[in-house]
């Protein structure tokens, strides 16, 4: 398996693309769709919406109402009925219609009532979903396309074996999964694609990655794009890595500031 090593080189080609082809007016903003279930917590849902917005994109969140108890601004808060579902469910629905990416995120497990809600969405959207649940896609028939949020809890790798015993592991998972895989570990992320088997996209780190922050900027970079999952996707998570890697030591408003100057 050949790596794909991430490089801290600012001024690295690829870099550049895909950093001064972003839109430069709020008017060509992407909106982008945050759905979650109550097991994750406030911090998680707020940093992503933070770095969107600060990537000057649009944000639609969806929540349980019993999630955030009025901590945090939602668009839609989806309200639990007495029998399995939520009352409101074609409002919820409708606040993501005009999303290109939607990041979903389950936590460790899935309640019947988010579970019905994200069934019914994944039957009328198209575009592309990003969640740590895989299962959800597994009796329904979406025709959009998709990226798995993994980590050690559903990947069990022995790191003593190396880098590419774990990749292997990514890779089979991708392939089990149909999908393309970001795989966090404490320091380091792991990008496969399960269409390209030979390639993958390594993001190293001396701090803790959260992957709140490098799926904040993933989903930031990739809605810049007319078809978000491309070939080429990896590259942008070679980005999305540099992007979470400066913000960790000098803050998201320089990662803002950074990116302005590149226009």
């Known amino acids: 398996m050949n790596n794909m090593q991430f490089r801290l080189d600012s001024s690295t080609k690829d870099f550049d693309e895909i950093f001064f082809n972003r839109p430069v007016s709020k008017i060509q903003a992407s909106w982008v769709g945050i759905v979650t279930s109550k097991n994750v917590t406030i911090k998680e849902v707020s940093s992503i919406y933070q770095i969107i917005n600060e990537m000057s994109h649009n944000t639609a969140l969806v929540a349980d ?20 579902g939520y009352s409101n469910i074609d409002d919820g629905i409708e606040s993501l219609r005009n999303c290109k990416i939607i990041i979903f995120l389950a936590g460790k497990e899935l309640n019947s009532d988010m579970e019905l809600f994200m069934i019914k969405l994944l039957d009328n959207f198209k575009g592309l979903i990003i969640t740590d649940y895989p299962e959800i896609f597994y009796d329904v028939d979406f025709v959009g396309q998709k990226i798995i949020i993994a980590d050690k809890n559903k990947i069990k790798s022995n790191y003593n074996f190396g880098l590419n015993h774990t990749a292997g ?5 991708a392939q089990e999964n149909k999908s393309p895989v970001v795989f966090f570990d404490k320091n380091q992320i792991i990008c496969l694609d399960n269409n390209h088997k030979d390639t993958a996209c390594i993001v190293n780190s001396k701090e803790t990655i959260l992957r709140e922050d490098f799926i904040g900027f993933l989903a930031s970079l990739m809605s810049d794009k007319k078809i978000p999952l491309e070939a080429d996707w990896l590259r942008y998570c070679q980005a999305a890595g540099y992007l979470t890697r400066k913000m960790q030591t000098e803050g998201l408003r320089s990662v803002k500031k950074y990116l302005e100057e590149k226009f």
Not at 65 to 84: C, G, I, M, N, Y
């Open 65 to 84: 109402e019993r999630q955030f108890h009025d901590a945090f601004a939602v668009d839609v808060s989806l309200k639990p009925k007495k029998t399995p």
């Open 169 to 173: 592991l990514v890779q089979s998972y």
